[in-house]
């Protein structure tokens, strides 16, 4: 009989923020934790999204048991709809998480398809030979899990993203005693959030941020205006609660918020009477200082309502003097320079905007340092896996996990596509596996790679010249052109001499290639230009030539469909 083994696989979320995705797998089971997205940083020219490649899961699918979803977030959940079609396979999560689950699959007709078997705190699931365990933790979202998992090497636990509220709001807790209650028997590895590590001490508790909520509200004298994630439904239901004790109504702008608090209003996750939300075109019957408004666009998006709000294009609502803009998030990394445009315009047109920086109205959902020291000493693990992090939190994570009492050669920093095989006595690092994440561009999947991004950021530095002409065949003559067409390279009307030599350029090069050779002359055409282009303007746009080529036998339909081709 083989000797009992565990295969740890990161296929995201280790090395990132985001795109999280975890690989578990014993000779008989596979189990998948979580499958996160990550938004693109400006370097991914037009793609929407990226998703972590599935390569490895789908080669080992026969064995796979269960994925299992420690929260709702995007970072966690958003790339279902790109791994189900091809896994068979439930997925479980807490009531709140697979409502979010099944909008997502609803927006790519999967709901019908899927298997979404609910959990709730400290249910235990049996998937082949390994067992999950379910422990509540507080989190920037309701309904969020920790793991533990009982596996053929031992205990293994997964934190998810945490953080320990020391004064919880509305029994919003991390269940550390379940955590110590399950590592009680030996703990022989734990996985921990490491997106905090850098900062000291302890996050600011729900506790304080309602508190300082409070003392605005009762100050204000206009309206209020709050932008938060449309997923964290514990802080919209302070926000209802302060409403209601300040005399004030609640508008909503924003397709994600009214879908997700309709969605926490069904499950009993929310409790806010009807009267006490109000439609938005009925706002002139209320006074500025009977409303409070919640509106998307944390992140600066432009096609969200406070984004629109501050450009004035927003259909029914417009930004008054005396507002107050409530910003109770954190800024994203990536977001922060869309996220200030934002802010300077709604300052511009009259608003007060109050954030993190400048004001107690967030809290993090990510445990701080001594919040992670708290777990690593309730859980007492043989080894250590940081998650959740950059490199450099990462680091950071195992040693305060070596100054917590785990060996330094057992506190492990690995990658993406890093596996590590647990034995029953050491361990063994496996060959790596491919983890480059895939591209999701509109419709396409994968179809973008680094050609495609190369090509669009040199459009995008250096703009496009496109060339026309029309040549008949036989005789070699110019029935039209050449055109020369700037597209994001230089104003035409401003430019038009340059235009005019490069044509001039073109019939230059035209005249020294023999008749029929169609791929030489568009060769020579864009290496020309090319030339003339850095010479006179050191700028090096995309050059594409147009020759198309008719025979003197065509009739004027011909050459009425080649004019409109070069035009």
């Not at 789908?58 to 791994?83: F, M, R, S, Y």
């Amino acid at each position: 009989m083989s000797e009992p083994q565990l295969t740890v696989c990161p296929l995201g979320g280790l090395g990132e923020i985001g795109l999280n995705c975890m690989m578990l797998s014993t000779a008989e089971s596979v189990v998948v934790i979580d499958c996160g997205l990550i938004f693109p940083d400006d370097a991914l020219f037009g793609v929407d999204i990226a998703i972590p490649r599935f390569d490895h899961i789908l080669a080992n699918k026969d064995l796979v048991k269960g994925i299992v979803l420690t929260h709702g977030h995007e970072d966690h959940i958003g790339a279902l709809p790109w791994l189900l079609p091809y896994l068979n396979v439930p997925v479980y999560g807490s009531g709140f998480t697979l409502g979010l689950v099944e909008n997502k699959l609803r927006e790519h007709n999967l709901e019908n398809y899927v298997d979404l078997r609910e959990v709730k705190a400290h249910d235990r699931i049996q998937l082949g030979d390994m067992a999950v365990n379910f422990f509540p933790v507080c989190h920037s979202i309701i309904d969020g899990f920790g793991l533990g998992i009982e596996t053929p090497v031992g205990r293994v636990v997964h934190t998810g993203d945490f953080k320990i509220d020391r004064n919880p709001l509305d029994g919003h807790a991390t269940d550390l005693e379940a955590f110590k209650n399950f590592s009680r028997q030996g703990v022989t590895l734990l996985f921990s959030d490491s997106t905090n590590i850098e900062q000291d001490g302890y996050a600011l508790t729900e506790r304080e941020i309602k508190s300082s909520m409070r003392d605005l509200f009762e100050e204000a004298e206009g309206r209020i205006l709050v932008t938060l994630f449309s997923s964290h439904i514990q802080r919209m239901q302070e926000i209802f609660d302060l409403a209601e004790e300040t005399g004030r109504k609640v508008g909503i702008s924003g397709k994600s918020l009214s879908r997700n608090i309709d969605l926490a209003r069904e499950q009993g996750k929310l409790r806010v009477h009807e009267r006490n939300i109000i439609d938005l075109q009925d706002l002139p019957d209320y006074r500025d200082d009977e409303v409070v408004l919640l509106v998307t666009g944390s992140q600066g998006e432009a096609l969200a309502s406070l984004a629109r709000l501050s450009t004035g294009d927003h259909r029914q609502l417009s930004i008054k003097d005396g507002d107050l803009v409530l910003m109770s998030s954190r800024f994203i990394p990536g977001n922060t320079k869309a996220i200030t445009r934002v802010i300077n315009r709604l300052y511009k047109l009259g608003a007060e905007v109050l954030y993190e920086k400048v004001q107690g109205i967030h809290a993090s959902g990510h445990a701080h340092k001594e919040e992670l020291r708290m777990m690593l000493e309730a859980v007492q693990p043989k080894y250590f896996i940081p998650v959740h992090g950059e490199y450099r939190h990462l680091i950071k994570h195992s040693r305060l996990a070596v100054e917590t009492g785990v060996a330094p050669e057992r506190a492990l920093v690995i990658e993406d596509g890093e596996p590590v095989t647990f034995l029953l006595h050491g361990i063994r690092f496996e060959e790596n596996v491919q983890v480059q994440c895939t591209l999701v561009d509109g419709k396409g999947v994968g179809d973008v790679g680094q050609t495609v991004l190369k090509e669009r950021q040199l459009l995008a530095g250096e703009g496009l010249v496109i060339v026309a002409l029309v040549v008949e065949v036989s005789t070699g003559e110019i029935l039209r052109g050449p055109e020369v067409l700037s597209k994001g390279f230089v104003f035409e009307q401003q430019y038009s001499h340059l235009l005019e030599d490069a044509k001039c350029i073109v019939l230059d090069v035209y005249e020294n290639i023999p008749p029929g050779q169609t791929t030489k002359l568009k060769e020579r055409i864009r290496s020309a230009l090319r030339r003339f282009f850095r010479k006179v303007l050191g700028r090096d746009p995309v050059v594409i030539p147009l020759v198309i080529s008719i025979t003197g036998d065509e009739d004027k339909d011909s050459e009425a469909m080649c004019d409109k081709c070069v035009l």
